[in-house]
T-cell receptor, first 112, second 113 residues
Framework: SQQGEEDPQALSIQEGENATMNCSYK?????LQWYRQNSGRGLVHLIL?????REKHSGRLRVTLDTSKKSSSLLITASRAADTASYFC????????????FGIGTKLQVIP | DSGVTQTPKHLITATGQRVTLRCSPR?????VYWYQQSLDQGLQFLIQ???????AKGNILERFSAQQFPDLHSELNLSSLELGDSALYFC????????????FGSGTRLTVV
């Protein structure tokens, strides 16, 4: 079963708007990662936030983490057509082996 | 180019056959991970190797096996193929066994007919 669940499953916005995607997970984590996947291509690592961090920025990306609610959000500001892709959250659990488990993803379409 | 090389990019084969997918990790990465991505199942973790040793198993079928060689490249063997095995198979690598961010290859698209 998937650890992370992204919401919404699909999102369509106009270029220039902000896009927000959410991820919920079930068990304790060591870190949470966001990846982007262009259609049929490999996943690209975007950002990693550790369990003791609350917010992280990278360019137009802003990630928040609320461990009390077991949720994270990815905000893409000033979206561009090139941001059209699927976005996955991945959680790395605690314990001796930190298996990374991916959600099913959010499909983002940015309309020019 | 991510630095993780997967071959072949596409593979079409018949049910009952056996195929081998190959992955060369990014230079310096010791861990290799295999994932299966199908339309209705999302990204499923199959197996991880670290420096030649199996470290973790996920939802990997008994018909599937993998290994990591001394030069750190890895192979995923899929046998007695079924139509439901059609999927994208991704390899990812990371420097150590504890996951920070993965570097993914571009995948092998397997079609079983």
């Amino acid at each position: 079963s998937q650890q992370g669940e992204e919401d919404p499953q699909a999102l369509s916005i106009q270029e220039g708007e902000n896009a927000t995607m959410n991820c919920s997970y079930k068990t304790s984590i060591n870190n949470l990662q966001w990846y982007r996947q262009n259609s049929g291509r490999g996943l690209v690592h975007l950002i990693l936030i550790r369990s003791n961090e609350r917010e992280k920025h990278s360019g137009r990306l802003r990630v928040t983490l609320d461990t009390s609610k077991k949720s994270s959000s990815l905000l893409i500001t000033a979206s561009r057509a090139a941001d059209t892709a699927s976005y996955f959250c991945a959680t790395a659990g605690g314990g001796g082996y930190q298996k990374v488990t991916f959600g099913i993803g959010t499909k983002l379409q940015v309309i020019p | 180019d991510s630095g993780v090389t997967q071959t072949p990019k596409h593979l079409i084969t018949a049910t009952g056959q056996r195929v081998t997918l190959r992955c060369s990790p990014r230079s310096g990465d010791l861990s290799v991970y295999w994932y299966q991505q199908s339309l209705d199942q999302g990204l499923q973790f199959l197996i991880q190797y670290y420096n030649g040793e199996e470290r973790a198993k996920g939802n990997i079928l008994e018909r599937f096996s993998a290994q990591q060689f001394p030069d750190l490249h890895s192979e995923l063997n899929l046998s007695s193929l079924e139509l439901g095995d059609s999927a994208l198979y991704f390899c990812a690598s990371s420097p150590q066994t504890a996951p920070g961010g993965y570097t993914f290859g571009s995948g092998t698209r397997l079609t079983v007919v």
